[in-house]
Nanobody
Framework: QVRLVESGGGLVQPGGSLRLSCAAS????????MGWYRQAPGKQRELVAG???????NYVDSVQGRFTISRDNAKNTINLQMNSLKPEDTAVYYC???????????????WGQGTQVTVSS
């Protein structure tokens, strides 16, 4: 099994910054793609930032220039640096990995339980 645990969420004022981290299980051998999703109340879950095993990144238009996704293979972590936060960024943020090779087999995808990000004055 692949386990993902998010952390770093919280309440911040507009214009503030947060850094989300996703800790993955140590059984992972390789990951094809990873990303951060978010779901706001009454809205569909959307991909915020993605990162492929080739190093290509993609961002939803609304966060381009403000958010940065990164990874640390040695620490098995996926991070999302969020700057210049806006109230519309308020959502539960979920870590996701896809195409994972583990020591015991292949896992199509895995999700974390989510961390709340609230941007409000």
């Amino acid at each position: 099994q692949v386990r993902l645990v998010e952390s770093g969420g919280g309440l911040v004022q507009p214009g503030g910054s947060l850094r989300l981290s996703c800790a993955a299980s140590g059984s992972i051998f390789s990951i094809y793609a990873m990303g951060w999703y978010r779901q706001a109340p009454g809205k569909q879950r959307e991909l915020v930032a993605g990162l492929t095993n080739g190093g290509k990144t993609n961002y939803v238009d609304s966060v381009q220039g403000r958010f940065t996704i990164s990874r640390d293979n040695a620490k098995n972590t996926i991070n999302l640096q969020m700057n210049s936060l806006k109230p519309e960024d308020t959502a539960v943020y979920y870590c996701n990995v896809q195409g994972v090779l583990t020591t015991s087999g292949y896992v199509r995808d895995s999700w974390g339980q989510g961390t709340q990000v609230t941007v409000s004055s």
